[in-house]
């Protein structure tokens, strides 16, 4: 059994499945790891999540923030934003179990026997595995509940931008989700910059991608994250970044997780997400 991860779909469904070839993917043997983003901006949305639903437990995939952002339109709360590609989601006749298979994806996922952790956009500074695992279930339940609509209706917002433990209610919801579905770059008190989307040397004035912090503090467990184009595929000991820019006419991008020193696999991409 192979454990592949790929970066973000964004709506590309045709790319998505020629890597799949590439790879020998099998879904009654392998698994796939989903960074998140599914949605959005691509041409195929819809075609991508049904895809995603239909393979059962052969695929993990986490909450990106164009996922969330799926959720908050067909909650009512949100209206449509420029971009946007998620009509034929919203008016597809299988809307309503799509929608809610969405809702109960993670925010993170963890794997003792690989000692990864799956999230989309990274772990906060003075965050462990443990940590980001018991604030991603806060929210997990919140959305798989059924007030998840009334936390749509305050998803949006930089603040709080900094961790605290006494943080409540919807306060610390927010942080979650931001942190592990937005977050870039902290500043050197550990708090949330969430401006800046150049690569790691542009932002200046203090600032650290998140990985570099000096609070980092998820040791040798191996994140395994999506979300930054601009920081392209990057391998360490202790982390993977794997989105490669399908959508902005790059590449679509696949690693195997259970082997050491794998190399990516590649798929051409067309702007668009063709």
């Known amino acids: 059994m192979a454990t592949w991860a790929i970066g973000d779909l964004q709506g590309c469904h045709a790319p998505l499945l020629r890597l799949l070839d590439r790879i020998a993917f099998d879904p009654a043997h392998d698994r796939l790891w989903l960074v998140g983003d599914l949605v959005n901006r691509g041409p195929a949305s819809l075609e991508v999540l049904r895809w995603a639903r239909d393979q059962g437990e052969a695929v993990v995939s986490v909450l990106g923030n164009h996922d969330l952002h799926l959720l908050a339109r067909a909650s009512g709360r949100v209206?449509?934003?420029?971009?946007?590609?998620?009509?034929?989601?919203?008016?597809?006749?299988?809307?309503d179990e799509l929608i809610g298979w969405l809702r109960r994806r993670p925010?993170?996922?963890?794997?003792?026997?690989?000692?990864?952790?799956?999230?989309h956009a990274g772990v906060p500074p003075g965050w462990d595995a443990a940590t980001t695992l018991t604030e991603a279930d806060r929210v997990g339940r919140v959305l798989a509940g059924d007030e998840w609509r009334d936390l749509m209706a305050?998803?949006?917002?930089?603040?709080?931008?900094?961790?605290?433990?006494?943080?409540?209610?919807?306060?610390?919801?927010?942080?979650?989700?931001?942190?592990?579905?937005?977050?870039?770059?902290?500043?050197?008190?550990?708090?949330?910059?969430?401006?800046?989307?150049?690569?790691?040397?542009?932002?200046?004035?203090?600032?650290?991608?998140?990985?570099?912090?000096?609070?980092?503090?998820?040791?040798?467990?191996?994140?395994?994250?999506?979300?930054?184009?601009?920081?392209?595929?990057?391998?360490?000991?202790?982390?993977?970044?794997?989105d490669t820019g399908c959508i902005w006419g790059r590449a679509l991008t696949a690693l195997r997780i259970d082997v050491a020193d794998a190399e990516p696999v590649g798929e051409p991409c067309r702007r668009g997400g063709h």
Request: charged share 25%; proline share 7%.
């Open 107 to 119: 925010l993170a996922h963890y794997d003792s026997a690989l000692d990864a952790l799956l999230v």
């Open 79 to 95: 209206t449509t934003r420029g971009r946007d590609t998620l009509d034929p989601v919203l008016k597809a006749e299988d809307r």
């Open 154 to 242: 305050v998803l949006y917002g930089d603040k709080p931008d900094r961790w605290s433990p006494a943080l409540s209610g919807y306060n610390r919801l927010r942080f979650t989700i931001n942190a592990l579905t937005r977050m870039r770059f902290c500043r050197p008190d550990g708090s949330l910059e969430m401006k800046a989307k150049g690569p790691p040397d542009t932002a200046g004035g203090g600032l650290a991608p998140w990985f570099d912090h000096p609070r980092a503090a998820w040791g040798a467990t191996r994140v395994v994250v999506g979300h930054w184009s601009a920081l392209g595929c990057t391998r360490r000991d202790n982390l993977v970044t794997l």
